[in-house]
């Protein structure tokens, strides 16, 4: 043990000829197949083909020495639950345990179907499991239960009707496991002749349709052999780790990860990647000592000696370049700031952040499965999980619109490839022949009993917009004015409430309310359209505006920006164009031209003005352009923000036909009221109040929003000066926040960016523990690293700044 012959790389200043060389090396290292393992396997491959249950039993008998009759291939239900009941309760108890992990994991990769359905035309990828899965698991010494539960959970988890087992000389722990996980069958073969037996299918041993788990070589060729018969996980080669450790780190805890792996094979990889020259001698010390009393010691001292390497490196960036290249099965994070420096890790098979998070919660607890893709194969390659059991069909179904809207393209593209065929298939269709006449009928009178039919594929992909409420100290994630209604306000609210006859309707369509409103713009009452806030006018907009059979419709929406835009269009089958901002947050105004003269053009387009979530006042000129040299498509303004950009407004009277103007009493202090608005141009009138529901708007809110339109119009602008003011502390208070950047907040509500992008997450996190809601806008196109945080009362804005001061180190410092 005094040389153990872990090896150090220096590559700091572009490093050694020879070190930079043996890095290359390692990582293009390959899980390549011995010569012998490949003949052999293909042999194997060929006899169980040839001769079936009568080839596994007689190689049984030459590789492993045993005995087996089909007859036997098979555990019965009873011999494996004999087998469970010997494990100890211990060894149980930890492997339920560890299967609880992995079940609930998993169960958060189930997805249904996604697709789009327009008028006429239904489009989706089906999702529906493997009907038959075969896990492998090596017998003997080299048995893992755990493996058994890592594969075989998921595949039941995807919904798989029938999933076996297969391993040669089960030992009870893994039967136990095979039960836990709700394996159907277990068969006592392995080898390369059980693949082949599994891919093609003899009288005994079933087809499957997909083959999971590691092997010996010989498993390994076999598996890549058989590929195409039937699908693999991948090809797997030895296992690997790389430590990533700055000065900080505990030399004992690197030392004791990198045995961890070394001591699973010989051929292991354990790589330790530091920017520390200190850090190298004191884990190559712990290794020496750790390794003194270690029962694998041998086996991890060769592979430390053959496969291992110290890397010496610059600074944290050339750590995160040094483990994408290399591309390992397992990174550790040992770092001070593990969390920042996680998302930056995209060629890891997984990555396990922070001191607390040895690489063996993975291989057993935590939940993710332990199958990763190895040596370089997590470049491209995924972790086993839910999506390896499932397959994806396309269905497509065209009614006879769409497809005389398709069809013109359809023949003009397969004459170009020479294929007459292909444009008479759909020309044919076309022909108003008496069967297609009668088809027709018949279509319209068709039934079934699975109504589920009817609904809408696109929902399937829609996320349900539902927040549950919960006691807070400072609300500051939903964009409310947050200036409370003084007390004389709210006991006039109360008497003019009790005045209503709640056994009445209300007025159908709000016409003192809409007075009210008109007045405001100096437009007559029938100009507005009142609805249950500023969706329900999206809602009534995309429903009057969804276009012709012919013509499906589509809109266009700068991204990021108010999610219900998209979402309403999405559920009623309207396809969305979504162009991103600049990288200031402006709009990108090539592109948005570019987007509004897609094919037949863009039924409509929303603008918000301020946006949310990015408070940004987008130059009314480029909106102005927009909206002039795209006449066929109608634009929404929508000013739900406008009263925190005094003097910004782009309402005037004699807009364009084509400009629709919306906004809402919900940032003005009657968010409870759900009262939203818009004024229409006289096309777009009618038809806005055909769709409308009648009595749309309560009788409570229409009767609250005119008696504070009336009489506290005063009070309700004092209350927004206040805000105004808030913001402008809001602003300074986030401008404290060390290499943040605040962007210009036009709206009630503010974006900064937290440097490194990961802040984000954990700042919101640590506020929420605190009671004080914020919105992690970073997962957003744009605002990676961003969050959104709305103008409170002065009481919780100095409560934000407190919090703040404690989630974040150097808060409040003097930064440049």
Excluded at 473 to 484: D, G, I
Excluded at 717 to 742: C, D, F, N, Y
Aim: net charge negative; proline share 6%.
């Amino acid at each position: 043990m005094r040389d153990l012959g872990f090896r150090t790389l220096d590559l700091r200043g572009g490093g050694r000829a020879e070190d930079q060389t043996t890095w290359r090396g390692l990582c293009s290292r390959a899980a390549g197949l011995e010569g012998e393992a490949d003949a052999a396997a293909r042999a194997i491959i060929a006899d169980v083909r040839a001769r079936g249950d009568a080839a596994v039993c007689e190689l049984t008998s030459r590789f492993e020495q045993r005995t087996l009759t089909p007859e036997q291939f098979e555990i019965s239900r009873e011999a494996r639950a004999e087998a469970a009941a010997r494990v100890s309760p211990d060894l149980r108890a930890a492997l339920v345990t560890a299967a609880h992990g992995i079940r609930v994991f998993h169960e958060t990769q189930v997805h249904g179907h996604t697709g789009l359905e327009i008028e006429d035309v239904s489009l989706y990828s089906r999702v529906a499991p493997l009907r038959r899965v075969a896990v492998y698991a090596p017998g003997g010494t080299a048995a893992y239960p755990s493996s058994v539960l890592m594969a075989g959970i998921p595949a039941k988890v995807a919904g798989v009707p029938e999933v076996i087992l297969v391993t040669p000389r089960a030992p009870d722990v893994v039967l136990l496991a095979a039960e836990i996980a709700e394996v159907d069958r277990v068969f006592q073969i392995g080898g390369a002749q059980a693949i082949a037996a599994l891919a093609l299918g003899t009288a005994t041993v079933p087809r499957v349709d997909k083959i999971v788990g590691p092997g010996n070589a010989y498993v390994t060729a076999a598996k890549r052999q058989v590929f195409g018969l039937c699908a693999i996980d991948g090809i797997a080669g030895p296992s690997e780790i790389v430590v990533v450790a700055d000065a900080a780190a505990d030399p004992e805890l690197v030392a004791a990860d990198l045995i961890a792996q070394a001591e699973h094979d010989v051929l292991a990889c354990a790589i330790l990647i530091t920017d520390s020259e200190p850090l190298v001698p004191a884990v190559i010390a712990a290794l020496t000592r750790q390794l003194g009393d270690l029962p694998r010691a041998e086996i991890a001292s060769q592979a430390l000696r053959e496969h291992g390497a110290a890397v010496l490196v610059d600074d944290v960036a050339a750590m995160v370049a040094a483990v994408n290249d290399y591309a390992p099965e397992h990174v550790e994070l040992l770092l001070a700031d593990a969390e920042a420096v996680a998302p930056q890790i995209v060629t890891a098979g997984a990555i396990f952040v922070g001191a607390f998070t040895p690489e063996a919660a993975g291989d057993y607890t935590a939940g993710p499965s332990h199958v990763l893709p190895t040596a370089g194969a997590a470049r491209f390659a995924s972790p086993l999980g839910v999506w390896d059991f499932v397959k994806h069909t396309s269905v497509l179904r065209l009614g006879r619109v769409a497809l005389a809207a398709q069809a013109p393209a359809i023949a003009r593209l397969a004459r170009a490839e020479g294929l007459e065929g292909h444009a008479r298939a759909a020309e044919l269709r076309l022909r108003e022949t008496t069967w297609f006449l009668r088809h027709d009928a018949e279509d319209m009178f068709m039934t079934t009993s699975d109504w589920t039919r009817h609904l809408r594929p696109a929902l399937a992909g829609l996320d349900v917009y539902d927040i549950e409420p919960v006691p807070v100290k400072a609300r500051l994630a939903a964009n409310e004015l947050a200036e409370p209604w003084p007390m004389e306000v709210v006991q006039e609210i109360g008497k003019r409430v009790a005045q209503l006859e709640l056994n009445r309707y209300p007025d159908t369509s709000g016409r003192k309310l809409r007075a009210l409103l008109a007045q405001r713009h100096g437009v007559e009452p029938e100009a507005v359209v009142i609805g249950s806030g500023s969706d329900e006018i999206i809602g009534f907009l995309l429903t009057a505006l969804g276009g012709r059979p012919s013509e499906p419709s589509f809109i266009v929406v700068p991204t990021p920006t108010f999610q219900m835009y998209g979402h309403a269009a999405r559920c009623r089958g309207i396809g969305v164009l979504e162009v991103p901002l600049t990288e200031e947050l402006e709009l990108d105004e090539p592109l948005m031209h570019e987007a509004l003269d897609v094919a037949t053009g863009a039924a409509l387009c929303f603008l918000a003005r301020p946006n949310n979530p990015t408070s940004s006042l987008w130059d009314a000129a480029v909106i102005e352009r927009l909206i002039a040299q795209h006449p066929t498509t109608v634009f929404v303004l929508d000013e739900a923000y406008i009263s925190y950009a005094p003097g910004a407004t782009l309402w005037r009277q004699g807009l364009p036909d084509n400009v629709v103007y919306m906004s809402t009493l919900s940032k003005i202090g009657l968010a409870a009221l759900r009262v939203g608005y818009c004024v229409a141009p006289p096309a777009l009138r009618r038809p806005l109040n055909v769709v409308r529901n009648p009595y749309n708007v309560s009788a409570t809110s229409q009767a609250i929003a005119e008696l504070v339109l009336t009489k506290f119009e005063s009070v309700q602008k004092a209350m927004l000066t206040r805000s105004l003011a808030a913001r402008q502390k809001l602003v300074g208070m986030l401008g404290k926040i060390p290499k943040a950047r605040v962007f210009p907040a036009h709206a009630n509500f503010a974006v900064v960016r937290l440097d490194p992008p990961g802040e984000a997450t954990r700042v919101a996190e640590a506020l929420a523990q605190r009671g004080i809601l914020v919105k992690d806008a970073s997962a957003l196109p744009r605002l990676a690293g961003c969050l959104r945080v709305g103008v409170g009362t002065n009481a919780e804005l100095d409560l934000l700044g407190k919090a703040l001061a404690e989630v974040i180190p150097g808060y409040g410092a003097a930064t440049s």
